[in-house]
């Protein structure tokens, strides 16, 4: 993965931070209670920064910079890949990257999007946003439009896929994971998510 400019660097860097505030200020006071202008307080920017990031605030906890990491690691995957195996390797490659850190903040926004109504919904939302950005990138590769009903339904559980996938991490599941995971990195989550792909792969086999 190639990598980003320092301008796209430097734009990570203030959502990190800004989401690492808010993710603070929600232990401390609790979703509710925690405003957007203290968390851009907190961040050191304004609230009209924190809008141009984050619409809402609930969009500081479902929010990442996630997408188009994928999204450009499969776009560099060989064209001839078939698209679930470039998806599969694309993953592999933006986990491996993962710090502790990565990691430990995934954690947290997964658990406040469990426990907050609000945010649950917002990530219905999202999910629906990513399953679009699926469609065309492997209608892409596919040589399909990304309204085909084959390309739909691919996507559609892909995401399923990856939603179960974070669950059972969540839950502390996933048993038979290889040794080979990081479980300080990326590989606990990663050999989860690899392994529920490769499940879809087959048939989804019992």
């Not at 929600?26 to 050191?44: L, R």
């Amino acid at each position: 993965m190639s990598r980003p400019g320092l301008r796209e660097r430097k734009k990570t860097e203030t959502l990190r931070r800004m989401q690492a505030e808010a993710l603070r200020l929600f232990d401390e006071q609790g979703y509710e209670a925690t405003t957007i202008e203290a968390i851009a307080e907190a961040a050191g920017v304004s609230p009209s920064t924190f809008y141009r990031y984050f619409p809402t605030k609930e969009d500081v906890v479902v929010q990442d910079e996630y997408d188009p990491m994928i999204i450009g690691a499969f776009q560099n995957q060989p064209e001839d890949t078939p698209p679930l195996a470039a998806i599969r390797a694309a993953l592999a490659e933006l986990f491996s990257g993962f710090t502790p850190e990565d990691m430990e903040r995934l954690r947290r926004r997964v658990e406040l999007i469990f426990s907050v109504p609000a945010l649950r919904a917002r990530q219905i939302q999202q999910m629906v946003a990513t399953e679009r950005l699926i469609c065309e990138i492997v209608a892409e590769r596919a040589g399909r439009s990304p309204s085909d009903l084959e390309v739909r339904n691919f996507s559609a559980n892909l995401i399923a896929t990856w939603g179960t996938s974070v669950l059972i991490w969540i839950e502390g599941g996933g048993e038979g994971n290889s040794e080979g995971g990081d479980e300080d990195g990326g590989g606990e989550l990663m050999d989860i998510i690899d392994r529920s792909l490769a499940h879809l792969e087959a048939g989804v086999p019992l």
